[in-house]
């Protein structure tokens, strides 16, 4: 039994739907008095019993036990089932991209071409990831972009500030050698 009723779908061992299990209980109204008299008029209704010929359903604890030891997954089963699904996927994807293939620079019934994005150029798929990196290389581009130094008086302060950082390093280095003179581990040869 199936959580919900349609045809019966062959499913596959590892992958496949929630089969409920348990026992289970149904009640039929009917809405009028013949509903039931062609009810009762059909030949093959066999009912559902708790036992089967071969003995009784597992319940309890056997019915748990028998659950732990199934949830337990045949790894070498599990990789043949990925194993058919992936070359049913490869498969698929070829014949898809032959029928691109064929299709290719063959006008439709209007006379338009259908463009894909394989060929020497091909375009960027818009997700969310290759649009946030375009916006980030555009802003980067914009960022490099901006003058700095746009006017003169800009250009001269940049150089004096930089002249002045120069000098400070050169004091700072000049104290130091002083410094290691002193304790005459200076020896520049």
Same mark, same amino acid.
């Given at each position: ?38 009810? *009762?008029? $059909? #030949? ?7 036992? +089967?010929k071969?003995?009784?359903?597992? =319940?309890?604890? %056997? ?50 071409i ?15 990831a290759?649009?946030? *990196?375009? $916006? #980030? ?6 960022a490099? +972009? ?5 006017? =003169?008086?800009? %250009? ?17 280095d ?10 005459r ?5």
């Amino acid at each position: 039994m199936l959580d919900k009723p349609g045809p019966s779908v062959k499913g596959r061992s590892y992958f496949n739907q929630k089969i409920i299990k348990g026992f289970r209980v149904a009640y039929i109204v009917f809405s009028n008095v013949s509903g039931i008299k062609k009810f *009762r008029a $059909t #030949k093959n209704c066999t009912p559902w019993v708790i036992s +089967k010929k071969d003995g009784l359903v597992k =319940a309890g604890i %056997h019915k748990w036990i028998e659950d732990y030891e199934n949830s337990f997954t045949d790894v070498a089963a599990l990789q043949a089932e990925i194993d058919q699904y992936m070359q049913n996927y490869d498969k698929k994807v070829t014949k898809e991209e032959e029928k691109a293939k064929e299709n290719e620079g063959v006008p439709d019934e209007e006379g338009w071409i259908t463009v894909t994005r394989k060929g020497r150029r091909p375009g960027l798929a818009r997700t969310e990831a290759i649009n946030l *990196r375009l $916006t #980030k290389k555009e802003a980067k581009k914009r960022a490099q +972009k901006e003058l700095l130094n746009f006017y =003169a008086w800009q %250009h001269h302060n940049k150089k004096k500030e930089h002249l002045a950082e120069l000098r400070k390093k050169f004091e700072e280095d000049k104290q130091k050698i002083a410094l290691m003179r002193t304790q005459r581990r200076f020896r520049p040869y």
